[in-house]
């Protein structure tokens, strides 16, 4: 099955992947497409190359440097983007707070960071869970009391994704204890050099700090940096999540892997693999999956852009998404057998023990599973699709 986009679409998706071509340094896309980390001065540098063009944020509204796109466009800039292996932008800043201070923020707010991130000078990191509150959000217990013109905050988030080299975090804190759950929490945005705040790293599987545990011990933040109305911070959050609901599909992604498995099963056959008509089979079945995944997508993308609500439905495309990419995932194993074994030769400075395109199989492999639970687990997504969509 193909969807047929119009005719301004196939433009656009000229003008992205020439913009690519002229402007994506060769040997960063390389790196990308191995699966490799890529460095923060190439991250600072695409990120700066995209807005000059005005496509670091396309998706923000035009009044704070964005392009007001629709999330059918948005799609398929993500689509060329992967297509092109550039490195993906740090998503705390440009699809999570970025938009909410744009909704949210006062003016002055708007003025302080909004420049900051388009152009890279300014990282985030998001402090949602802790200790006792992941899928019950609702229940943290980080708390902020007034005290003249700042807040003090007391307490602890967890699984803070790149904590260490991250300029601000924004929190959400607990800034009236007496009121029920979600009513009495505010959203925060603090400056990670606050006196008080002490990070500590948790390492993953490969032996990286892919997270952190961040402490908060009697930190004085300024009320001015309350994104929204005091108490009033479970609706920007919920905004927040709202923003990117409907892009959790992995769409992009996923193409772009499975462009990858194709390739990989080419280069395996031409070296003389016998890899039997199962692995072909497996490769054709994840085809149709991401097929009908981009369907599903482009038909709520559509149908959010023409005014319509979208309810529950994208946890259909988490839930298949995260699915998806693990299948692939899979599939690569399969097919480089031994030679992915090692899980990092970066982190483990040793050459790779097979071709450069297995190196880092293992890895994505084991990276990808997070995405079961980052962003809600798929657990969670289960009772939502049950109850919401099927209404069982
Ligand atoms: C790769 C990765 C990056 C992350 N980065 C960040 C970050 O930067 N900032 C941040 O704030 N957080 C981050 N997180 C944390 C993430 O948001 C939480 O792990 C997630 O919300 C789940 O919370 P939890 O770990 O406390 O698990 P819990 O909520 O305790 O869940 C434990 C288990 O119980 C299941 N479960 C829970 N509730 C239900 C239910 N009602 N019905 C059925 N089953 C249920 C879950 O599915 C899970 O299997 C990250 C997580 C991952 C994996």
């Known amino acids: 099955m193909q969807i047929k986009l119009n005719n301004e679409d196939r433009l656009f998706r000229e003008e992205v992947s020439t913009f690519t071509q002229n402007n994506l340094d060769p040997a960063v896309a390389e790196r990308v497409k191995l699966g490799y980390y890529v460095d923060k001065e190439d991250e600072v540098s695409w990120t700066r190359s995209l807005n000059s063009k005005g496509w670091a944020a396309p998706h923000w509204p035009e009044a704070c440097g964005g392009q007001d796109w629709s999330m059918i466009r948005r799609h398929l800039f993500d689509i060329e983007m992967r297509k092109a292996h550039a490195p993906t932008l740090q998503g705390f800043g440009f699809n999570m707070v970025g938009p909410a201070i744009a909704k949210y923020g006062t003016t002055e707010q708007r003025a302080e960071y909004l420049p900051k991130i388009l152009n890279a000078d300014q990282s985030w990191c998001q402090g949602y869970s802790e200790p006792q509150a992941g899928s019950d959000l609702a229940s943290l217990r980080t708390q902020a009391v007034g005290d003249g013109d700042d807040y ?160 529950a439905e994208p946890s259909m495309l988490k839930l298949k998404g995260s699915q998806l990419i693990q299948d692939m995932d899979c599939l690569l194993f399969e097919v480089v057998t031994y030679y992915g074994l090692p899980l990092d030769s970066v982190q483990a ?41 099927l209404g069982l």
């Not at 097929?291 to 023409?306: E, G, K, M, P, V």
């Not at 040793?350 to 997070?370: E, S, V």
């Open 152 to 311: 003090i905050v007391t307490g602890s988030k967890i699984w803070t994704s790149a904590a260490e080299k991250a300029d601000m975090i924004f929190i959400l804190v607990k800034t009236d204890i007496e009121t029920k759950a979600q009513l009495g929490i505010s959203f925060l945005l603090v400056d990670m050099k606050s006196p008080g705040i002490l990070i500590e790293p948790i390492l993953a599987f490969n032996g990286r700090r892919l997270w952190n545990q961040v402490f908060f011990d009697d930190v004085r933040v300024p009320k001015g940096n309350c994104l929204g109305e005091e108490n009033k911070g479970w609706a920007v959050a919920k905004n927040l999540l709202g923003n990117e609901r409907l892009m959790v599909s992995r769409v992009a992604e996923n193409r772009r892997l499975l462009g990858r498995v194709t390739d990989i099963i080419r280069q395996e056959i031409q070296q003389g693999s016998d890899l039997g008509p199962a692995v072909e089979q497996k490769l054709a079945m994840l085809d149709i999956r991401l097929q009908a995944l981009d369907a599903t997508a482009l038909r709520l993308l559509s149908r959010f852009d023409s005014g319509g609500s979208i309810g």
């Open 349 to 389: 400075e040793r050459d790779p023990i097979g071709p450069d395109y297995a190196d880092m199989i293992a890895n994505g492999l084991f990276h990808h599973r997070g995405y079961t639970i980052a962003g809600g687990s798929s657990e969670v997504q289960h009772n939502i699709i049950a109850k919401l969509v």
